[in-house]
């Protein structure tokens, strides 16, 4: 009996039916009542000292933060005076995710519900010159048709609408749920599933969040290897850059703790595996992704290379098998253990990182680089997307550092009939060698290469919004993964003590529940819905009144057991 492939069996069952049991109709059927009934808002008194600590600008509050956002749209609903500004904040972003068919429609009902000084919410903070302009432009029904608009809605929000807000019984509950957020998690809350991969210090697992059923990858780091390997430094750069970066188009992560023997990275699980794994044994006799789905996948790691290149990080490690697939067939960008954040006031950056036979040029010369670096391994990518080679080298072909070196450097690129023009041209450009001839992120964008006839079937504006059909599902009963076996174990680390300064960094490390994805979490997993919970009619529920409890707390703080 084959006992590797039988625990492999038996991991991939427990894992797809906790997958499926996510994918139905009750997620709450997944949840671990236990974990689940710790999940309470607190008593005001509790948590109201946050008030004077937490950053309750408008944008943070109402803009980034999801939960903000929901109160704050709460708010404006129950005060008549604001429902016009409410809803065509709403409806504008409504119309921003609409079908191209249904635009117009609802242009035109944009303009008579908030634009019409008859109307019954016409909205009076629009100047006539915006208001002149939308009509003008209404027949276009363009992406930015409403964008003004939007803008001096928030505009008008953030004044005084926002001033009562904060002194209402909304902004408490934000604190409440600010509080829960800040509560400590560890590895009693989350369940492990089948190992998925390993990199250079420890493995990646499947997980659940217990508490509410949430499916999520755990990338574990050996605390002795790390030592050992001097990997520190990288670690918490990983981690500090996943923590700024919010893009559907790049791994989120969700929490961040220690065990006794690793640091734990919880972050987006992306069932449908890699697409290294897809483009060489998805189907080994036809290897690699023919043009529409390359196109597909190209473009939404540029808007996720977009994304962190707007932020001053240049990723540094882009290929195949570092962009994963998500159910629905979306990728993004993982494992930014080697990216780099410019410093301020710098344009760019000196130093050797990245995989063999991806690295551009004017990194392997040992010049400084900025965020070009990462175009060209955009090209690789698209390259071995289509032909399921490395463009320097052949596939299985063994190819010593110095030798790859002076390929990349001199060799010009040859296609085969797989490429069309398009795809020909924009590897070309991509692919250039003088940095100041390739195509890439400018001006603050990667418009330059949106334009490309390569993306003319790319409706941006869909894919930006996550409608875009894929061109692939992953099938649900399938683990895109490679067997236990293959994956493989680490030896233990031997040789290795953790003294005082490296359980310094393992407490600096482990920051506990990260906001944003959190926050959505909650959402997603329909948790706001069940403890947002106000008084009849709307009033103040008994855990925002002070004169509810008997007799002060004598703390402000209060953990979670």
């Known amino acids: 009996m ?38 309470k808002l607190p008593h005001i008194t509790v948590c109201e000292g946050l008030k004077d600590t937490l950053d309750l600008s408008f944008d943070s509050v109402c803009v980034e933060q999801p939960i903000g956002k929901r109160l704050f749209r709460e708010f404006l609903d129950a005060n008549k005076e604001y429902h016009g500004a409410c809803r065509l904040w709403k409806d504008i972003e409504d119309y921003d995710l609409a079908e191209d068919s249904e635009r117009a429609k609802k242009a035109s009902k944009l303009v008579q519900r908030y634009m019409d000084p008859s109307a019954k919410h016409f909205c009076p903070f629009l100047s006539e010159d915006i208001i002149t302009k939308v009509k003008e432009s209404l027949e276009a029904v363009g992406d930015d048709l409403f964008s003004a608009a939007l803008a001096k809605t928030l505009d008008y929000l953030r004044e005084a609408p926002y001033t009562f807000f904060l002194e209402s019984m909304y902004l408490k509950r934000f604190l409440q749920w600010k509080w829960l957020e800040m509560q400590p998690m560890d590895e009693d809350w989350f369940l ?71 640091l734990c990275l919880v972050m987006t699980i992306m069932n449908g595996g890699d697409l290294k794994y897809h483009i060489y044994l998805v189907d080994e006799n036809n290897p690699g992704f023919d043009e529409p789905r390359a196109c597909f996948y190209i473009a939404q790691i540029i808007q996720g290379l977009e994304h962190l290149h707007q932020k001053r990080i240049i990723y540094r490690d882009l290929k195949p098998e570092n962009v994963l697939l998500d159910n629905d067939g979306n990728v993004r960008i993982s494992d930014l253990g080697l990216a780099v954040e410019l410093k301020e006031g710098k344009t760019m950056t000196k130093g050797y990182a990245g995989t063999p036979g991806y690295m551009a040029p004017e990194m392997l010369k040992g010049e400084k680089y900025d965020s070009s670096v990462d175009y060209f391994t955009l090209g690789v990518t698209l390259y071995e997307f289509m ?47 003088e940095v100041d001839q390739r195509m890439g992120f400018k001006n603050g964008c990667c418009d330059e290469i949106r334009a490309h006839p390569f993306f003319s079937g790319i409706n941006w504006r869909k894919l930006n919004a996550g409608i875009l059909p894929p061109p692939f599902v992953p099938d649900p009963k399938v683990v895109y993964a490679k067997s236990l076996d293959d994956v493989g174990a680490f030896s233990s680390v031997k040789g290795v003590t953790l003294e005082d300064p490296d359980k310094n960094f393992f407490d600096e490390f482990s920051t506990g529940n990260i906001s944003i994805p959190w926050q959505e979490e909650m959402i997603d997993m329909g948790i706001y819905g069940e403890l947002n919970v106000w008084g009849p009619e709307g009033t103040i529920p008994n855990d925002l009144r002070r004169e509810s409890i008997l007799e002060q707390p004598k703390s402000s703080t209060c953990c979670l057991s």
């Open 2 to 39: 084959d006992i590797g492939g039988l625990t492999t069996v038996v991991a991939n069952s427990a894992y797809i039916n906790a997958r499926g049991s996510i994918d139905g109709s009750n997620p709450a059927a997944a949840r671990d009542k236990k974990y689940h009934s710790r999940l």
């Open 192 to 262: 492990d599933f089948r190992v998925l991969g390993k990199g250079g210090f420890g493995e990646v697992s499947a997980c659940q969040m217990k508490a509410t059923g949430k499916l999520y990858a755990c990338k574990k780091l050996n605390k002795k290897r790390l030592k050992k390997r001097k990997g520190y430094e990288g670690a918490l750069v990983e981690k500090c850059i996943l923590e700024k970066v919010h893009s559907r188009f790049i791994v989120s992560l969700a929490y961040a703790f220690q065990t006794k023997e690793e």
């Open 387 to 433: 032909a399921a080679k490395n463009p320097f080298r052949n596939r299985g072909e063994k190819v010593e550092r110095e030798e790859m070196k002076e390929r990349m450097l001199t060799r010009v690129v040859t296609y085969t009939d797989r490429f069309s023009e398009h795809a020909k041209s924009l590897c070309d450009g991509l692919l250039a060698k």
